[in-house]
């Protein structure tokens, strides 16, 4: 039997492209999850009695409201409660809230003199011309000071070492703050310039974030085959083989998948197969330890090289009467040997990276494939550092594209 749509994955941008085929009537599609069951990134386990979300901390942003007014028809408003965000840097045994250009202001007078002279000799700020490497960009946007003691150390812990393979090309995703707007927030002690995203966040009262997209994934239960891992994607038969040797075959098929988890492509020509296996990821461990930290910070992050994490959530400051954290680390960083967590998960596939050659690799694999009605969506399909409200508005305009 051909499928209409054949969609890989049921993760936020899979399970939202079958919700749409679905509420319109269509019944000829199906989707594949290697899971058992879905949610991709953003599931949820009870840990403790309480939610751990395995992929480290997914919140629902509220910068896009038709998003929200989307899914809320699956999980309601009244189920989820806004939170404003309180993130924090730990720098020498102190707390300074994110971003640390906005924030200086918290710290003792010295410091924030140190830090604004070495903002102000930034490249940025002096007229330079922009770098197009990640390291160089850190120091002409932000300066020497912030770039040793926080930038550098923390994007090493959780992209790896070698941060020159790394483009400035993504880096809306940072806060802009201006040497003007960092002078100002010292003078009036109070943050300015663009403030990071999940500013306020959603998070669901009774549940882990996982729980919005089981509920998504019930509404087209019929339609989803799990335990299925695709090992062979054909594009000129349009046909994909799992790794028990079944076969689906479709008009179309929706990529929400990582390229790379995909051994062999056939009808594909050789520059394809090779720009794929230049995609980069790095892999996470997220562990659970049920001690207390005392903070109302929902998370933090820690450019400390001496500790291996990069980032802890502190769960019981958005997951009521909760206790515990959990830590996320890159998985090169793991010691194997260490089991002193009270429960530990890994994602393989955590972040893509966005090397310097990224842009021009993913344009020419998804330019190929989409002409063979084939669509690279969400964070592995299109190999992009989406959060979960992108991607869900991302499949929303997909769907829209490619059904009309």
Same mark, same amino acid.
């Given at each position: 039997?051909?499928?209409?749509?054949?969609?890989?994955?049921?993760?936020?941008?899979?399970?939202?492209?079958?919700?749409?085929? =679905?509420?319109?009537?269509?019944?000829?599609?199906?989707?594949?999850?290697?899971?058992?069951?879905?949610?991709?990134?953003?599931?949820? #386990?009870?840990?403790?009695?309480?939610?751990?979300?395995?992929?480290?901390?997914?919140?629902?942003?509220?910068? #896009?409201?038709?998003?929200?007014?989307?899914?809320?028809?699956?999980?309601?408003?009244?189920?989820? =409660?806004?939170?404003?965000? $309180?993130?924090?840097?730990?720098?020498?045994?102190?707390?300074? %809230?994110?971003?640390? @250009?906005?924030?200086?202001? !918290?710290?003792?007078?010295?410091? !924030?003199?140190?830090?604004?002279?070495?903002?102000?000799?930034?490249?940025?700020?002096?007229?330079? #011309?922009?770098?197009?490497?990640?390291? $160089?960009?850190?120091?002409?946007?932000?300066?020497?000071?912030?770039?040793?003691?926080?930038?550098? *150390?923390?994007?090493?812990?959780?992209?790896?070492?070698?941060?020159?393979?790394?483009?400035?090309?993504?880096? @809306?995703?940072?806060?802009?703050?201006?040497?003007?707007?960092?002078?100002?927030?010292?003078?009036?002690?109070?943050?300015?310039?663009? !403030? *990071?995203? +999940?500013? !306020?966040?959603?998070?669901?009262?009774? +549940?882990?974030?996982?729980?919005?997209?089981?509920?998504?994934?019930?509404?087209? #239960?019929?339609?989803?085959?799990?335990?299925?891992?695709?090992?062979?994607?054909?594009?000129?038969?349009?046909?994909?083989?799992?790794?028990?040797?079944?076969?689906?075959?479709? @008009?179309?098929?929706?990529?929400?998948?990582?390229?790379?988890?995909?051994?062999?492509?056939?009808?594909?020509?050789?520059?394809?197969?090779?720009?794929?296996?230049?995609?980069?990821?790095? %892999?996470?461990?997220?562990?659970?330890?049920?001690? @207390?930290?005392?903070?109302?910070?929902?998370?933090?992050?820690?450019?400390?090289?001496?500790? *291996?994490? +990069?980032?802890?959530?502190?769960?019981?400051?958005?997951?009521?009467?909760?206790?515990?954290?959990?830590?996320?680390?890159?998985? $090169?960083?793991?010691?194997?040997? $260490?089991?002193? %967590?009270?429960?530990?998960?890994?994602?393989?596939?955590?972040?893509?990276?966005?090397?310097?050659?990224?842009?021009?690799?993913?344009?020419?694999?998804?330019?190929?494939?989409?002409? =063979?009605?084939?669509?690279?969506?969400?964070?592995?399909?299109?190999?992009? +550092?989406?959060?979960?409200?992108?991607?869900?508005?991302?499949?929303?305009?997909?769907?829209?594209?490619?059904?009309?």
């Amino acid at each position: 039997m051909r499928l209409k749509y054949l969609i890989l994955g049921a993760g936020p941008a899979g399970l939202t492209f079958a919700n749409k085929l =679905k509420e319109s009537g269509e019944t000829s599609f199906l989707v594949l999850e290697k899971e058992e069951e879905a949610g991709g990134l953003c599931r949820s #386990r009870d840990v403790g009695g309480f939610p751990f979300d395995i992929g480290g901390g997914h919140f629902l942003d509220v910068k #896009r409201p038709l998003v929200n007014q989307y899914l809320f028809r699956f999980m309601p408003e009244s189920e989820w =409660k806004l939170y404003l965000r $309180d993130s924090r840097i730990e720098l020498s045994g102190g707390m300074v %809230s994110h971003p640390i @250009e906005a924030n200086i202001w !918290q710290m003792e007078i010295l410091n !924030q003199v140190a830090y604004l002279k070495s903002i102000a000799a930034a490249g940025c700020n002096t007229g330079k #011309r922009m770098p197009v490497k990640f390291v $160089d960009w850190i120091y002409w946007k932000l300066g020497e000071k912030i770039a040793d003691d926080y930038m550098i *150390p923390y994007n090493k812990k959780m992209f790896g070492e070698d941060l020159d393979k790394l483009g400035t090309y993504w880096l @809306e995703k940072l806060p802009d703050v201006s040497f003007e707007q960092t002078l100002l927030s010292c003078l009036i002690k109070k943050a300015c310039g663009t !403030q *990071p995203g +999940h500013a !306020q966040f959603y998070y669901p009262k009774k +549940h882990g974030y996982g729980e919005l997209w089981l509920r998504m994934a019930d509404c087209i #239960r019929n339609h989803i085959v799990y335990h299925t891992t695709i090992t062979e994607l054909d594009f000129d038969q349009m046909y994909v083989i799992d790794g028990c040797g079944n076969g689906y075959q479709a @008009e179309k098929i929706i990529m929400t998948i990582p390229w790379t988890s995909i051994n062999h492509f056939i009808g594909a020509p050789k520059y394809f197969v090779e720009d794929v296996k230049k995609l980069k990821h790095t %892999s996470i461990q997220i562990d659970y330890d049920p001690h @207390e930290l005392y903070t109302d910070a929902q998370w933090i992050y820690y450019p400390d090289l001496h500790l *291996p994490y +990069h980032r802890v959530l502190v769960r019981k400051n958005f997951c009521p009467n909760s206790i515990g954290y959990w830590t996320e680390t890159n998985l $090169d960083r793991c010691n194997p040997a $260490d089991e002193s %967590s009270a429960f530990s998960y890994v994602n393989e596939y955590a972040y893509p990276l966005n090397t310097i050659e990224k842009p021009k690799i993913i344009n020419e694999v998804l330019n190929f494939a989409g002409a =063979k009605h084939v669509y690279g969506l969400g964070r592995w399909g299109e190999h992009e +550092h989406f959060n979960s409200d992108v991607t869900v508005e991302r499949a929303l305009k997909l769907y829209e594209k490619i059904t009309s």
